[in-house]
Nanobody, 122 residues
Framework: QVQLVESGGGSVQAGGSLRLSCAAS????????MAWFRQAPGKTREFVAGEGTGGSTSYADSVKDRFSISRDIAKNPVYLQMISLKPEDSAVYYCAARDSGPSRLGRNYRYWGQGTQVTVSS
């Protein structure tokens, strides 16, 4: 059973930076396509960034050029580096994994972490 644990959330002022981490256990992590999603209060969950097993990355337009997803050499954990944070980036951020091809749809991901809160104040 794959388990994902996020960390690194917190409160920052607008313009600040945070780095989220997602540690996985219970599976062959390198074969999973990974993604970050977020959900703000009263809003639907949305795709933020994803990285395929081959290293290809994709980003939501709202975070492109500000967020960066990466893995370490052993492909565990997965990071989400966030810079130039805006109040609208405030949300619970979730790490997700799937063992098929990359996807921007949350319903296609089988494994999820518990989430980490990011709050950006103006």
């Amino acid at each position: 059973q794959v388990q994902l644990v996020e960390s690194g959330g917190g409160s920052v002022q607008a313009g600040g930076s945070l780095r989220l981490s997602c540690a996985a256990s219970g599976g062959t992590f390198g074969r999973y396509n990974m993604a970050w999603f977020r959900q703000a209060p009263g809003k639907t969950r949305e795709f933020v960034a994803g990285e395929g097993t081959g290293g290809s990355t994709s980003y939501a337009d709202s975070v492109k050029d500000r967020f960066s997803i990466s893995r370490d050499i052993a492909k565990n954990p997965v990071y989400l580096q966030m810079i130039s944070l805006k109040p609208e980036d405030s949300a619970v951020y979730y790490c997700a994994a799937r063992d098929s091809g990359p996807s921007r749809l949350g319903r296609n991901y089988r494994y999820w972490g518990q989430g980490t809160q990011v709050t950006v104040s103006s």
